[in-house]
């Protein structure tokens, strides 16, 4: 399995700020995906961050609403950007890990921000 | 289009039943096949996949899922439930092909509840 921190766990955070997501993992991983899940809804991915390239997004999500960072094969950070209390949500990050099964993605606990 | 189906938005057991929650997939070639579960206020855990090989596949807390290559189905099932089993379930599926497609392809979810 992958052991995967995100900090902030929880945040309120006011209209029109912006906030960032750290994400760390437990050892070197080649891909790292962040997906968004609103309320009541499925996961969406954002973008997937590569370390040494800009991040590939996904329809609908641009870099200036999302911009991410991937410094070394173990850190990844999100920024949500000028944030409305559409941007409430669930944001995880995780992680494509290759084992003696093949590949498997794992998710950290999830950073659940609410925009007031 | 690349899609998956859980045809049921709950589902409902008696402790000790068995239960099966559905998921059906549109992926054209031989996809990965994922389940995860969250719990109430907690991130997504890794429960079983299918890559190749035994259709029947075997994971964490007792569950199993049958891959049906013909009926593109990849149903999660479980012997006798528990009331701990509560929780929401999400089927994904990765496309076959690698690089920037890594990404998962989520279901909408199932929530199992058990009643006791």
């Known amino acids: 399995s992958a052991v995967i921190s995100q900090k902030p766990s929880r945040d309120i955070c006011q209209r029109g700020t912006s906030l960032t997501i750290q994400c760390q993992v437990d050892s070197q991983v080649t891909m790292m995906f962040w997906y968004r899940q609103q309320p009541g809804q499925s ?6 961050a590569n370390q040494g390239s800009e991040a590939t997004y996904e329809s609908g999500f641009v870099i200036d609403k999302f911009p991410i960072s991937r410094p070394n094969l173990t850190f990844s950070t999100l920024t949500v950007s000028n944030m409305s209390p559409e941007d409430s949500s669930i944001y995880l990050c995780s ?6 099964e093949g590949n498997t993605i794992y998710f950290g606990e999830g950073s659940w921000l609410t925009v007031v | 289009a690349q899609s998956v189906a859980q045809p049921e938005d709950q589902v409902n057991v008696a402790e000790g039943n068995p239960l099966t929650v559905k998921c059906t997939y549109s992926v054209s070639g031989n996809p990965y096949l994922f389940w ?13 996949k299918y890559i190749t090989g035994d259709n029947l596949v075997k994971g964490s807390y007792g569950f199993e899922a049958e891959f049906n290559k013909s009926q593109t189905s990849f149903h999660l099932k479980k012997p006798s439930a528990l009331v701990s089993d509560s929780a929401l379930y999400f089927c994904a599926v990765r496309p076959p092909y690698g690089g920037a497609t890594n990404k998962l392809i989520f279901g909408t979810g199932t929530l199992l509840a058990v009643q006791p």
């Open chain 1, 43 to 48: 996961l969406t991915l954002i973008a997937t």
């Open chain 1, 95 to 100: 992680v494509d890990r290759l084992g003696t």
């Open chain 2, 36 to 48: 995860y579960v969250q719990y109430p206020n907690r991130g997504l855990q890794f429960l079983l």
